[in-house]
Structure formats: structure tokens, C-alpha cells
Nanobody, 124 residues
């Protein structure tokens, strides 16, 4: 079975940093698209970053570009989201996601595997 498990969420102050991790089983990280999505209270989930798209390079939402970095370690079957310069607007439940095949776009409907989420709260 496919399983994704996130970790690393925490309460942090504005300007702080966090690294989220996603442990993956049942998928080959070299042949799929991986991504991070987040859902703030009362809002729809949104794509934060995706890697391994069919035709495009790494995707970053405009709101996180230059602050967040997606990466992976194939040997450990794990991928990450490094988050720097956190702001109040980054507060959300963060989900790691993966497609069974390569996705064309970093959108929810392309991601058929989701973790349970890890909570990031940015507060002073």
C-alpha cells in the first residue's frame, strides 16, 4: 500500500524556520510527482510546491517563492519542505502529497495520495 506520513509541524514565531518531512512507502520517488499542499482555516487546500511535474520545473506558489524549498532523498524515501521567513499567513495544516504517475500541474485533482497533515502555526 501507499503511505505518506508528515512530520515537523510546530508553533513558531514570525521570521522563523521549519523543515517538514514526508516519509513515503509504496512509491518510487523517481517516477512520480511529489508536492506539498496546505489548508488554512476556512479555506480550500492550495498547492505550495511540487516537484517532478511532467513538463515543467519545480513549482512554487507566488506567496512562498524565494522562501520555501522542496527537496527529496531517494535513498531514504523521504521528501522535505524547508520553510524560511515564516509569516502569519503561512499558518495552516500542511499535507504531503504524491501522484501515482507524473502530474501535469500542481493541483489537488492530480494528487491521489495524501498524508494526514501536520500543523504549522506562526504566532508571536
Amino acid at each position: 500500500q501507499v503511505q505518506l506520513v508528515e512530520s515537523g509541524g510546530a508553533l513558531v514565531q514570525p521570521g522563523g524556520s521549519l523543515r517538514l518531512s514526508c516519509a513515503v512507502s509504496g512509491l518510487d520517488l523517481d517516477s512520480i510527482t511529489i508536492g506539498w499542499f496546505r489548508q488554512a482555516a476556512g479555506r480550500d487546500p492550495e498547492g505550495v510546491s511540487c516537484f517532478g511535474l511532467s513538463y515543467f520545473g519545480p513549482y512554487y506558489a507566488a506567496s512562498v517563492r524565494g522562501r520555501f524549498t522542496i527537496s527529496k532523498d531517494n535513498a531514504k524515501n523521504t521528501f522535505y519542505l524547508q520553510m524560511n521567513g515564516l509569516t502569519f499567513d503561512d499558518t495552516a495544516v500542511y499535507y504531503c502529497t504524491a501522484s501515482s504517475t507524473r502530474a501535469e500541474y500542481c493541483r489537488r485533482q492530480y494528487m491521489d495520495n495524501w498524508g494526514k497533515g501536520t500543523t504549522v502555526t506562526v504566532s508571536s
